[in-house]
């Protein structure tokens, strides 16, 4: 089965739920819209020609380590070079690197088309841009000539390094060291796990970012700096000169994403450690790496609408084929398409709903970083990007979340079938489940939104956004129009919802944190299916609105029928899911460790 990108859907997403004619006439995004549908077209030609074909064969294959060199799967090369030359690696970049400057909503569209196509492919490109970013943000003029055109053209490939065997989430306790050298540069010595494209030869250089100590910092996270390790060294002229002590000692075996190598990184075995560059203030170095890891939060939130959307196209051509019982409708005597069946439309309408709402929600929060980009007074862009920091962790985890649930969803679909790997629904599952682990975890990602997003501005940008929320759905309940069922009343609930656990939040933080944190992750799902429910809803909105003249616009339309479905299905879980945070903390926490482990 074929992909074929899901065009109609994402302008639709960038109209109603990230503003697309609002943020062009406002001057944030500096392209037209058949500009962009044109972009994200040609990215579809090029994911079902050339990606698509490799994703099988590169998950039965996977990355393999030779003779100390990382060789990726069969095709790769050239299609990694197909890549480049096409100008894909370089959409986000600054003409000035020789990109082509196009917005954040086109080049997390585009993500969306590599990654469904084939996701193990689809980190490579996802992983240099986060190193760009970082390097665009802070580093020095003469870091930003020697790597960032080389990176932006694809010609160079750029990689993550924060994770060590004792420090995952907790990067406070790292202990690869920094020691600063007379001429300015520094020499890195540990070990690096779980680093993604650590090595390959797809390009003829990696640029690593590294996480790193310097020898007299102080503990925990005010101690790390984060510096540019290049695979191989760059002479000042810019051609390529002698091998830095930096190698891949080992590849991990995953349960996914086979095509994309996990690799330990050994710094500074070979002597005195790799030659690596400073990137901003010494000691800063997290702050840095924000930069980075923002970026590539809402990237891999964007991973999550990705495998979602392919494991909903895949189960919605099988349930076209498969024969089984006869359905309502069905003929005696024959036997039905399993997708007339009730319970298949259910998990088809689900399957197809959650992807959707995944995708404004992370849609939204790029159209936030485009405006805060483009914004030329201080106070429009501290809003945009105050906007930004509340929706990233909820494009991280609750669309990663979406796209294990709707990976498994589409296995179920399939049946037996679905558990046998010749489908290709099983991978889309086993691939899927990396998402809500790596970028920070899901659990990290709700104790962000918590402790961190929740708080914004003395909770002013919640608000700002809650009250947005509520007038969308008040919007829906005062039309009053038949087709949309009772999708105002449960949008109102769900907001409501919102307001009220993000009320005692605020209250529980201040005194009672333990069970605030047993909520954080049912706090992040509510607020994704609020959010996720009025999106949808302003889409169904906009049909109504453009029908205007030709008669009702019915309730079997699509993108009304999702949005109602959505609401009347799963944003009702909001309700529950308050009364989870005001009264399930404290049987959460009953148990001590002893008690749990007993
Ligand atoms: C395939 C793959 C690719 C990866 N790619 C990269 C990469 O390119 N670069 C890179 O640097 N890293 C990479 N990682 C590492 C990844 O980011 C980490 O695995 C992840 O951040 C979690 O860290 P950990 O594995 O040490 O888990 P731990 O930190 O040990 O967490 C274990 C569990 O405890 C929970 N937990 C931890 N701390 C807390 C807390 N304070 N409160 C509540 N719960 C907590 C977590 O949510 C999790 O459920 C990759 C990992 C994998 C598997």
Redesign the pocket.
């Given at each position: 089965m074929t992909y074929r990108a899901p065009v109609d859907d994402i302008m639709f997403a960038l109209k109603t739920a990230a503003d697309l004619d609002e943020i062009i006439a406002g001057g944030a995004v500096a392209v037209d819209e058949d500009t962009i549908r044109a972009v994200i077209d040609e990215a579809g030609k090029f994911a079902s020609a050339v990606l698509d074909p490799l994703n099988v064969s590169g998950d039965r294959t996977g990355a393999r380590l030779v003779d100390g060199v990382v060789e990726t799967p069969d095709g790769w090369k050239d299609a990694y070079r197909a890549f480049a030359e096409g100008g894909w690696a370089s959409l986000a970049a600054d003409e000035s690197l020789g990109g082509q400057n196009l917005p954040e909503i086109v080049a997390m569209a585009t993500s969306e088309i590599w990654n469904s196509a084939n996701m193990g492919f689809g980190l490579c490109p996802l992983?240099t841009q986060g190193a760009i970013d970082a390097i665009v943000a802070h580093g020095s003029d003469t870091l930003k000539a020697t790597y960032l055109p080389n990176m932006a053209s694809g010609r160079w490939t750029g990689?993550?390094?924060?994770?060590e065997p004792h420090?995952?989430?907790?990067l406070g306790h790292l202990r690869t060291k920094a020691v600063p050298q007379p001429d300015g540069t520094y020499r890195i010595t540990g070990t690096?796990?779980?680093?993604?494209?650590?090595d390959h030869e797809l390009t003829e250089n990696i640029i690593h970012l590294v996480l790193a100590r310097l020898p007299d910092a102080p503990p925990g996270t005010r101690g790390i700096s984060l510096f540019v390790v290049p695979k191989i060294l760059v002479n000042a002229d810019g051609s390529l000169g002698e091998r830095n002590d930096v190698v891949c000692a080992g590849l991990?075996h995953?349960l996914g994403?086979h095509a994309?190598p996990?690799c330990v990184m050994k710094y500074g075995e070979g002597g005195e450690g790799a030659v690596g560059y400073l990137v901003g203030e010494e000691n800063r170095g997290l702050n840095v790496m924000f930069v980075m890891m923002n970026a590539a939060r809402l990237a891999v939130g964007v991973q999550g609408v990705a495998i979602a959307e392919r494991a909903t196209q895949r189960a919605i051509s099988y349930a076209q084929e498969r024969k089984q019982g006869r359905s309502a409708k069905g003929r005696a005597g024959e036997m039905s398409p399993i997708i007339e069946h009730a319970d298949i439309r259910r998990n088809l309408m689900t399957m197809k709903a959650m992807t959707q709402a995944a995708r404004a929600i992370c849609l939204a929060t790029a159209a936030e970083l485009d405006k805060a980009h483009a914004a030329t007074d201080e106070t429009a862009r501290k809003a945009a990007l105050d906007r930004a920091a509340l929706l990233t962790p909820v494009a991280k985890a609750f669309s990663t979340d979406i796209g294990v649930e709707v990976a498994s969803i589409g296995v179920q679909v399939h049946g037996g079938m679905g558990f046998i790997e010749e489908t290709g629904a099983a991978q889309h599952y086993r691939d899927a489940r990396?998402l809500p682990?790596?970028?920070?975890?899901?659990?990290?990602q709700a104790?962000d939104l918590l402790t961190r997003k929740l708080t914004l501005e003395g909770g002013k940008v919640l608000a700002g956004y809650i009250r947005e929320l509520a007038k969308t759905a008040e919007e829906v309940r005062a039309s009053n129009r038949p087709e949309f069922g009772v999708m105002g009343e449960r949008l109102t609930q769900a907001v409501a919802a919102l307001e009220d656990a993000s009320r005692w939040m605020g209250q529980a933080l201040q005194g009672n944190t333990e069970a605030a944190?047993a909520g954080a992750q049912p706090y992040l799902r509510l607020f994704g299916l609020a959010a996720g429910g009025v999106y949808l809803a302003r889409g169904a909105l906009a049909v109504v609105r453009d029908s205007a003249g030709s008669g009702p616009a019915s309730g079997a339309n699509p993108r009304i029928a999702l949005a109602r479905f959505f609401a009347e299905n799963h944003a009702v879980g909001a309700t529950a899911l308050k009364d989870t945070i005001v009264t399930g903390g404290d049987a959460t926490l009953l148990l001590e460790p002893e008690a749990l482990a007993g």
């Open positions: 992983l990689t993550m390094n924060l994770t420090a995952g989430s907790d690096k796990i779980f680093i993604t494209y650590g991990e995953k994403i994309s996990t990396i682990i790596y970028e920070g975890t899901n659990g990290i104790i944190l």
